[in-house]
C-alpha cells in the first residue's frame, strides 16, 4: 500500500474543476459556429467554397464532439469516483 | 463589369473611333474580359479567415492544460489506476490534439487568404498596368491617326490601324491569361486549405464513456460475512502490546548482575557459588522497580516470568562460577584456607610407589593357576599403578593446583 494515497473529496474536486472547464468551452464552443458563403471563394468558386464551408463545419462538430465525449468522460470518472468513495466507506464500516 | 474590362472597352472604342471604320473591335471582346476578370467577384479571404476563427477558437484548451488536467490526473491517478485515468487521459489527449490541429487550421486560413489577396492584388495589377500601357499606345496612335488623311495615305494609316488593333488583342488575351493564371492560383490555395481542414476533419473522434454501471455492492456482505476482519482488529493490538511490555522488562536483563540479591531468598538454596555472589550484592535500591515489574507481571509474566528470572539467576550463579574458576589462576580469592592443608600431605606417600611398581619384577605366579587362568590375571596390578601418577603429578607442591582440588572436594 506504500505510495497510494486515497483522498476521494480531492478527486471529486478536481474533476468538478475539470467537468466546470469542459462545459464552459463547451458553451463557448456552441456560441459560434460557421457560416461561410460559398460565394466567399469567388463567383467561379462556389463549389470549392460550400466544400470548405462544410469542412469548417465539421471542424466545429468536431471540436463540440471530444468536448462532449471529455465531459461525460469526467461524468463516469466522477460517479466511478463516488462508488469508490462509497466502497471504502463500507469496508471503512465494516472494519470498525 | 470590372474596372478592367471598362477601361478595355474604353481603348477598344477610341481605336474604333479613330479608324475610320477600319476596325471593327478587338479579337478578345471586354466581354470575354470581364467575365475572366470576374471569376473572383465575391472572393472575401478575410471571410474565410474569420469563419475559420467561428470553427475553431469558440473553445480552447489552456484551462485544462494550465493546471487542471494534471490535478485531475494526479488525484484520478492515487485514487483509481487503470480504466478512468486512461479514459480521461484519452479525451484530454484527444481534445488538446483537435485544439491544437484546429489552431493549425486558423494558421492555414490566414497563409490562404494572405495567399489569395496577393494573387488577386497582384492580376488586378498586372491587368491595371497592361491597360494603362495599352492606353497610353492606342491613345498617341489614336492622336497620329487624327493627323493621317486615309485618303492620302492609305498604307500608313491601314497599317497603324492594324497596330493598334493588334496591340489592343494582345492586351487582352494578356488580360485573360492573367485571369486564367491568377484562377488556378486561387483554385490551388482554395484546394490545400480545403484539404488541411479534411484532415482535420478526418480524425476519429473518441466517442464518450457512458454511464457507470451500478456500483458492486457485494464487498458489503462478503466484508460482512469474512471474520478476518475483526481478527485483523483483533491482532492489531497484539503486537503492540509486546512492544511496550518488552521494553519494561528489557530492564532487568541489563540489571542481571544486580538481579541476583533480590531474590536470594529463592534462589539461595540453589547455587552454590556465595563466595563470589556475596561480596557483589553491596548496591541493592533497584530491586525495588524489579519488585514494582514484578506485581504487575501477573498479566504478562506471571509464574513463568518468575521461572524465568530464578533460571536466569542460576544461570547468572553458574557464569559466575566459570568466571571463579578461570579468575582462580589470580590470587584473588584468599579465603580458602581449609582444603590447602589436608590435599598437601597425602599426595606426597602415593607419588614414589609408582616407580618402583613399574621397575620391581613381578614375581612368578604358580604354575598351575597360570594353566587354569591363561590372561585373566596380568591387568589388575597395574591398573592402581597409573591412577597414582596423575593424582601425584609433581602439581601438589604448586599452590594453584592444590586450591583447584580443593574447590573440586
Known amino acids: 500500500m506504500s505510495g497510494i494515497i486515497i483522498d476521494h473529496t480531492q478527486t471529486l474536486t478536481a474533476l468538478a474543476r475539470m467537468r466546470a472547464d469542459t462545459e464552459e468551452q463547451r458553451q463557448r464552443h456552441a456560441s459560434t459556429r460557421p457560416a461561410l458563403p460559398p460565394t466567399a471563394a469567388g463567383r467561379a468558386f462556389t463549389d470549392r467554397g460550400a466544400a470548405i464551408a462544410a469542412m469548417l463545419q465539421q471542424v466545429h462538430e468536431a471540436g463540440a ?32 | 463589369m470590372s474596372d478592367i474590362a471598362t477601361a478595355f472597352r474604353g481603348v477598344e472604342r477610341m481605336l474604333v473611333g479613330a479608324s475610320a471604320g477600319r476596325y471593327g473591335g478587338a479579337g478578345v471582346s471586354p466581354e470575354t474580359i470581364a467575365q475572366a476578370v470576374g471569376t473572383v467577384d465575391g472572393l472575401d479571404p478575410s471571410l474565410l479567415l474569420s469563419h475559420t476563427h467561428a470553427a475553431v477558437t469558440g473553445s480552447h484548451a489552456r484551462g485544462l492544460r494550465g493546471g487542471i488536467l494534471g490535478e485531475v490526473l494526479e488525484f484520478v491517478a492515487q485514487a483509481a489506476f487503470g480504466e478512468i485515468l486512461g479514459r480521461l487521459a484519452e479525451r484530454a489527449q484527444d481534445w488538446f490534439l483537435n485544439r491544437d490541429s484546429s489552431e493549425e487550421l486558423i494558421d492555414a486560413a490566414s497563409d490562404a487568404a494572405d495567399a489569395l489577396d496577393e494573387v488577386t492584388e497582384t492580376s488586378d495589377a498586372a491587368c491595371g498596368e497592361v491597360l494603362i500601357a495599352l492606353e497610353a499606345v492606342i491613345a498617341q496612335l489614336c492622336a497620329f491617326l487624327a493627323r493621317v488623311d ?17 496591340l489592343i488583342d494582345s492586351a487582352g488575351a494578356c488580360i485573360v491569361d492573367t485571369c486564367r493564371d491568377r484562377d488556378a492560383a486561387v483554385a490551388g490555395c482554395l484546394d490545400a486549405f480545403l484539404a488541411r481542414g479534411q484532415a482535420v476533419c478526418e480524425q476519429p473522434v473518441s466517442p464518450g464513456v457512458p454511464g457507470v454501471a451500478e456500483p458492486a455492492p457485494p464487498p458489503k456482505k462478503q466484508v460482512g460475512e469474512l471474520p478476518t476482519a475483526p481478527q485483523a482488529a483483533q491482532e492489531a493490538p497484539e503486537p503492540a502490546a509486546p512492544a511496550k511490555k518488552p521494553m519494561e522488562v528489557g530492564e532487568p536483563p541489563a540489571q542481571e548482575p544486580p538481579a541476583p ?4 531468598v529463592e534462589v539461595g538454596e540453589v547455587p552454590t557459588t556465595p563466595q563470589t555472589v556475596t561480596p557483589e550484592p553491596e548496591p541493592e535500591p533497584e530491586p525495588v522497580e524489579e519488585c514494582d515489574v514484578a506485581a504487575p507481571g501477573t498479566e504478562f509474566c506471571g509464574a513463568l516470568g518468575l521461572v524465568g528470572v530464578g533460571v ?8 559466575l562460577e566459570a568466571l571463579a574458576d578461570c579468575t582462580v589462576s589470580e590470587p584473588v580469592p584468599v579465603p580458602e584456607p581449609a582444603p590447602e592443608p589436608a590435599p598437601e ?21 604358580p604354575p598351575k593357576k597360570i594353566e587354569a587362568t591363561p590372561a585373566a590375571a596380568p591387568p589388575p596390578p597395574p591398573a592402581p599403578a597409573p591412577a597414582p601418577p596423575v593424582e601425584s603429578a609433581p602439581t601438589p607442591p604448586a599452590s594453584p593446583a592444590g586450591a583447584r582440588k580443593a574447590g573440586a572436594w
Open chain 1, 65 to 96: 464532439a471530444r468536448i462532449d465525449a471529455l465531459r461525460d468522460t469526467t461524468d463516469a470518472a466522477q460517479a466511478q469516483v463516488r462508488v469508490f468513495g462509497d466502497v471504502d466507506k463500507q469496508f471503512g464500516g465494516e472494519l470498525s
Open chain 2, 150 to 166: 486615309p485618303r492620302e495615305h492609305p498604307g500608313m494609316f491601314a497599317e497603324c490601324v492594324d497596330a493598334g488593333a493588334e
Open chain 2, 261 to 264: 540479591p533480590k531474590k536470594p
Open chain 2, 312 to 319: 536466569a539467576l542460576i544461570g547468572v550463579a553458574l557464569v
Open chain 2, 345 to 365: 600431605p597425602v599426595p606426597e606417600p602415593p607419588a614414589p610407589p609408582t616407580p618402583d611398581l613399574a621397575e620391581v619384577p613381578e614375581p612368578p605366579p
